[in-house]
């Protein structure tokens, strides 16, 4: 393996920033990488090397004083949800397969304007319905740690180009745990940051509070390093928050006490696979050297598995429901029925939806006074075989859909509150599990520097990357 593939991406950042090695250098490293390894894990099925060059030359010309060049020509992906200008934007669906961006999204933007340079688009499953990353369009992206195994998803590309060290960021997006679950199941860093946080656009839903953007890296500090690149208002995103005044990156060194800390192994309401839950419960009790203590407590989830449901198939309903009749015949089965079951929805239960997420969000700020965080496991189980498109069942209870298996993530969804999956071990068959550790609304600083300070304890950010496993 590459030694530059090997470095972190703050590593990487201080290379260039000195002058040791140059963007182009990074660039023919990641496209190396990527040719040795894609086609076991096929994380980044589009690729615009050219591009990258081109704007890594634009880079090299700039002053080194450039406001601009924060992260100084280093590569990253893009998930195949967001728009990249002048490279092929699928969405995972047969009805964009051959699309080319006419502009990129607001948040590229800002990432390229604090340069970073686009070297591919990070697989996803179409228009991301699904933790599990396939396609009709791109094929199926698999885990490095065993290329039988899914990733995850739906940042199931950016994930796996993650921990197959070909690129050393990733973007990602997060509804039901789109960011936390294939960070859980690559050994990877995922962070959900708080609607706003991350402005995106123009979208055709921008009022929306359960989809995020996010960033992903190998560790805590490059997550919160590329965090640093991608806050800030924009009048293009209506709910965007404005920068916080302090960097993340920076949080992370200062001196930091916990008070007491939550655990909760299902949130009250989900089956956890034993190993998983044994696993994360004694990661979870480490935290007592780090805070005033820890206990086994949690708000009250009831009935929220309903309201995540109602409020995805209302948002699935609004951005795709027209698909149905123009293109129906090339939808997948899942996002047909995840449409159909928005458009019978009524006013009453969309309303209700609304009103039980409220009163959710109300519980979490209560208990937010009582803990400063809460822990829980990512997700149910350990990475699967790729072939399965979803769960049915965990532990005997029966699902009667494709995502009720992303309970741990989605229920998190509804609170609107930060949360950051990061690896916590690993089970018996060497496949990684994460942690879930979840914060007060917008303390996204308070997220990372419980994870940065778990990662110092444990060592684990070495676990990546790794050669693809069959």
């Not at 796996?160 to 050393?168: K, R």
């Not at 690149?229 to 924009?234: A, I, L, R, S």
């Not at 990512?378 to 990475?383: D, F, L, R, Y």
Request: proline share 7%; charged share 20%; with cysteine.
């Amino acid at each position: 393996m590459d030694d530059l593939i090997k470095l972190t991406a703050l590593q990487a950042v201080e290379k260039l920033k000195a002058g040791e090695v140059s963007p182009l250098e990074l660039i023919d490293a990641s496209e190396k990488r990527i040719q040795e390894t894609d086609g076991a894990v096929n994380a980044i099925p589009i690729r615009c090397f050219d591009r990258a060059r081109d704007h890594a030359k634009r880079l090299m010309a700039e002053t080194p004083e450039d406001p601009k060049s924060y992260l100084y020509g280093l590569p990253i992906a893009i998930k195949d949800l967001t728009a990249v200008e002048g490279v092929r934007f699928t969405m995972g669906s047969p009805i964009f397969a051959d699309q080319i961006a006419a502009h990129s999204d607001a948040m590229v933007k800002r990432l390229e304007a604090h340069g970073a340079i686009v070297v591919g688009k990070a697989n996803t499953p179409e228009f991301g319905a699904g933790a599990q990353t396939f396609n009709e369009v791109l094929g199926t992206t698999t885990n490095p740690w065993d290329t039988t195994k899914t990733p995850g998803g739906s940042s199931g590309g950016s994930a796996a180009a993650l921990a197959a060290g070909q690129v050393w960021l990733a973007q990602g997006s997060d509804l039901g745990g789109s960011l936390r679950i294939p960070a859980s199941f690559t050994g990877v860093v995922g962070l959900r940051p708080s609607p706003g946080r991350c402005a995106h656009g123009p979208a055709a839903l921008p009022f929306g509070l359960n989809s995020v953007e996010g960033p992903m890296g190998r560790t805590v500090a490059d997550v919160a390093l590329m965090l640093d690149m991608m806050v800030g208002e924009d009048p293009i995103d209506p709910i965007s928050l404005p920068t916080p005044g302090y960097s993340y990156l920076d949080k992370l060194s200062e001196p930091c006490q916990f008070g007491r800390v939550a655990y909760s192994p299902d949130l009250g309401l989900n089956p956890i696979d034993s190993e998983v839950a044994e696993i994360c419960e004694k990661a979870a009790r480490s935290f007592q050297d780090i805070a005033a203590g820890v206990d086994e407590d949690c708000f009250d989830f009831e009935g929220n598995h309903d309201v995540f449901q109602i409020l995805r198939a209302a948002q699935f309903a609004a951005a795709h429901g027209p698909k149905l009749e123009t293109h129906r015949d090339q939808l997948k089965p899942d996002v047909i029925w995840n449409i159909e079951a928005g458009l019978k929805l009524t006013a009453n239960e969309i309303g209700w939806a609304h009103r039980e997420q409220g009163k959710l969000f109300h519980r979490a700020a209560d208990f937010f006074t009582q803990y400063d965080l809460l822990l829980t496991p990512t997700v149910m189980v350990p990475p699967f075989d790729h072939e399965i498109r979803s769960l049915s069942e965990v532990n005997g209870v029966k699902f009667d859909n494709y995502i009720a298996w992303l309970a741990q993530t989605y229920l998190i969804t509804n609170t609107t509150c930060p949360a950051i999956s990061i690896p916590c071990g690993m089970t018996k068959s060497g496949l990684p599990v994460g942690l879930q550790i979840v914060g007060p609304a917008h303390r996204e600083d308070l997220v990372l520097q419980a994870a940065h300070m778990f990662e110092q304890k444990h060592g684990l950010q070495h676990m990546v990357p790794v050669d693809p496993r069959p």
